[in-house]
């Protein structure tokens, strides 16, 4: 520990150093610190004698970042920005904390975001902030603490936890199925089928459990659950749906079975997902807790985040 505080400049050197290094002048990043251009000057100097690297090339009252410098520009900005969040965080929330989620949007809108002031009343010291996700992506990237996933437990570089199944269901309009009788999964096969981009093969998913093998179906593509959903009401076809996304439509009969064959595909599932290092984040241990709740996974609520025997560590590159 002793050796790696010796290698860590001070944070006005670092402050400085990305200054400069953004700016491109020390001029300007005096101005920027509300500091001397011949302190900003010596804070480099002092920086790159620590490090004994020249990070400038200075030429004629200019200055442009060395190869070394470039290099290091980026990992202390980033740096910079990781120490401001988490400043931010403690000063948001003192006395809880501040969990990063990334969300997949119909499942936010319509199933999670719900059910949050249950969660809210039970951990009012925790703040959430809440990112759209469509598709997973690196952690090492991204200042998020976890993210709610769709799919195999086969997150790069992350832990999953497994939360629920989805059960799907072909839905239509009630006036589009007084106007198509519809007796037998065959019969859907000369009918419109409204897709949704995420989940490409679900229709062919479904033909094949009910026996009809190598059937995609025509018909529109829709990027997200919520317009697809809102195709079927209109009567353009019929959508295969997630039951638990369209509990208001089902009940308002807005949208009504076009066959009674729920299908679930035991390798794909929704996932709490996040990296090893947040998982005793207090914020993310809270809610980890409660979402497992009422998901209702499975065996009831489970141990520890970290030493859940169906977690899964992937340390791989993405």
Same mark, same amino acid.
């Given at each position: 520990?002793?050796?790696?505080?010796?290698?860590? =400049?001070?944070? %006005?050197?670092?402050?400085?150093?990305?200054?400069? @290094?953004?700016?491109?002048?020390?001029?300007?990043?005096?101005?920027?610190?509300?500091?001397?251009?011949? @302190?900003? %000057?010596?804070?480099?100097?002092?920086?790159?004698?620590?490090?004994?690297?020249?990070?400038?090339? +200075?030429? #004629?009252?200019?200055?442009? *970042?060395?190869?070394?410098?470039? %290099?290091?520009?980026?990992?202390?900005?980033?740096?910079? $920005? &990781?120490?401001?969040?988490?400043?931010?965080?403690?000063?948001?929330?003192?006395?809880?904390?501040?969990?990063?989620? @990334?969300?997949?949007?119909?499942?936010?809108? +319509?199933?999670?975001v719900p059910r949050l002031p249950a969660f809210q009343k039970a951990h009012p010291q925790v703040i959430i902030h809440f990112m759209t996700k469509?598709?997973?992506?690196?952690?090492?990237?991204? #200042?998020?603490?976890? @993210?709610?996933?769709?799919?195999?437990?086969?997150? =790069?570089?992350?832990?999953?936890?497994?939360?629920m199944e989805e059960v799907v269901l072909p839905l239509c309009a009630p006036s589009f199925l007084a106007a198509h009788p519809i007796r037998e999964?065959?019969? *859907?096969?000369?009918?419109?089928?409204?897709?949704?981009?995420?989940?490409? !093969?679900?229709?062919?998913?479904?033909?094949?459990?009910?026996?009809?093998?190598?059937?995609?179906?025509?018909?529109?593509?829709?990027?997200?659950?919520?317009?697809?959903?809102?195709?079927?009401?209109?009567?353009?076809?019929?959508?295969?749906? /997630?039951?638990?996304?369209?509990?208001?439509?089902?009940?308002?009969?807005?949208?009504?079975?076009?066959? #009674? &064959?729920?299908?679930?595909?035991?390798?794909?599932?929704? $996932?709490l997902v996040h990296p090893p290092s947040r998982a005793h984040h207090p914020p993310l241990v809270a809610f980890r807790e409660w979402l497992l709740?009422?998901?209702?996974? !499975?065996?009831? &609520?489970?141990?520890?985040?970290?030493? $859940?025997?169906?977690?899964?560590?992937?340390?791989? %590159? /993405?």
């Amino acid at each position: 520990m002793g050796l790696q505080r010796r290698l860590l =400049p001070s944070m %006005s050197a670092l402050s400085a150093f990305e200054a400069a @290094a953004r700016t491109g002048s020390f001029t300007a990043a005096a101005q920027e610190l509300a500091l001397t251009q011949g @302190a900003v %000057s010596r804070q480099i100097k002092t920086l790159e004698d620590q490090l004994r690297v020249p990070l400038f090339v +200075r030429r #004629d009252q200019r200055v442009t *970042l060395t190869p070394a410098g470039e %290099s290091y520009a980026a990992e202390v900005r980033e740096a910079l $920005h &990781r120490v401001g969040a988490a400043t931010l965080r403690v000063m948001t929330a003192p006395q809880g904390g501040v969990l990063k989620l @990334a969300v997949l949007p119909t499942f936010g809108t +319509r199933w999670l975001v719900p059910r949050l002031p249950a969660f809210q009343k039970a951990h009012p010291q925790v703040i959430i902030h809440f990112m759209t996700k469509m598709e997973p992506f690196d952690f090492r990237s991204e #200042d998020l603490d976890a @993210a709610i996933h769709f799919g195999a437990a086969d997150w =790069p570089g992350a832990v999953c936890e497994r939360l629920m199944e989805e059960v799907v269901l072909p839905l239509c309009a009630p006036s589009f199925l007084a106007a198509h009788p519809i007796r037998e999964p065959g019969d *859907l096969v000369a009918l419109p089928l409204l897709h949704t981009t995420s989940r490409p !093969e679900a229709w062919k998913d479904w033909f094949a459990a009910q026996g009809i093998e190598r059937h995609e179906g025509a018909g529109m593509f829709f990027e997200q659950f919520s317009t697809t959903a809102q195709a079927a009401i209109t009567g353009l076809g019929v959508a295969l749906l /997630p039951t638990l996304l369209v509990q208001a439509e089902l009940q308002d009969g807005s949208l009504v079975p076009a066959l #009674d &064959r729920p299908y679930r595909n035991p390798d794909r599932a929704y $996932h709490l997902v996040h990296p090893p290092s947040r998982a005793h984040h207090p914020p993310l241990v809270a809610f980890r807790e409660w979402l497992l709740g009422e998901g209702g996974v !499975e065996g009831g &609520r489970v141990g520890p985040l970290s030493n $859940h025997p169906t977690l899964t560590a992937r340390t791989s %590159s /993405p």
